[in-house]
T-cell receptor, first 116, second 111 residues
């Protein structure tokens, strides 16, 4: 149980285009989802916390107009990278909190974004 | 800043038990110890978590010292597929509290 999927797993796009990444909790409802990015050989960095039906909370230094997050249902959150540039190339990972006694986070497999 | 200290890297022979230590001397009474691992180019995988009692599941065992200032993750029979970066994280068990990721321990299982 507690499976989280992401789509797409890999995307290559041209500079200036927008890219949408989907994160789904497949076998549980997640009132809270999280978006991370990870650069090579670095640890995960939290970008934003997304609660179903409300606006996402962004970490300091993360541009909310560039990284649009929508959490429309208890099983789906999306991250849209708008007007992507090469510096946005990274590994994007989502997680979903299994609501319960300890709210354990389960992670998706990640999306590799390359902006040319 | 991460509130845990882990060795940068460790080696373990295939088939042997891998023991990964973690120091968390400033842990609060309401913080749990979580372990995740990340295999190259994949999302982190949840392994186990605990508060003060030792825990065991199908993947690993978690041994927490009585004073809760340190813990050890035990992979009982390591395989090559267990090669990964292992992260020890302390966190209040509430989704409003984020996971703070340190550098983790790079565990290499050798044949």
């Amino acid at each position: 149980g507690a499976v989280v999927s992401q789509h797409p797993s890999r995307v290559i796009c041209k500079s200036g285009t927008s890219v949408k990444i989907e994160c789904r909790s497949l076998d549980f409802q997640a009132t809270t989802m999280f978006w991370y990015r990870q650069f090579p050989k670095k640890s995960l960095m939290l970008m934003a916390t997304s609660n179903e039906g409300s606006k996402a909370t962004y970490e300091q230094g993360v541009e909310k107009d560039k990284f649009l997050i929508n959490h429309a249902s208890l099983t789906l959150s999306t991250l849209t990278v708008t007007s992507a540039h090469p510096e946005d190339s990274s590994f994007y990972i989502c997680s979903a909190a299994l609501r319960g006694y300890t709210d354990t986070q389960y992670f998706g497999p990640g999306t590799r974004l390359t902006v040319l | 800043d991460a509130k845990t200290t882990q060795p940068t890297s460790m080696d373990c022979a295939e088939g042997r038990a891998a023991n990964l230590p973690c120091n968390h001397s400033t842990i609060s009474g309401n913080e749990y110890v979580y372990w995740y691992r990340q295999i190259h180019s994949q999302g982190p995988q949840y392994i186990i978590h605990g508060l003060k009692n030792n825990e065991t599941n199908e993947m690993a065992s978690l041994i927490i010292t009585e004073d809760r200032k340190s813990s050890t993750l035990i992979l009982p029979h390591a395989t090559l597929r267990d090669t990964a970066v292992y992260y020890c994280i302390v966190r209040v068990a509430d989704s409003n509290y984020q996971l703070i990721w340190g550098a983790g321990t790079k565990l290499i299982i050798k044949p």
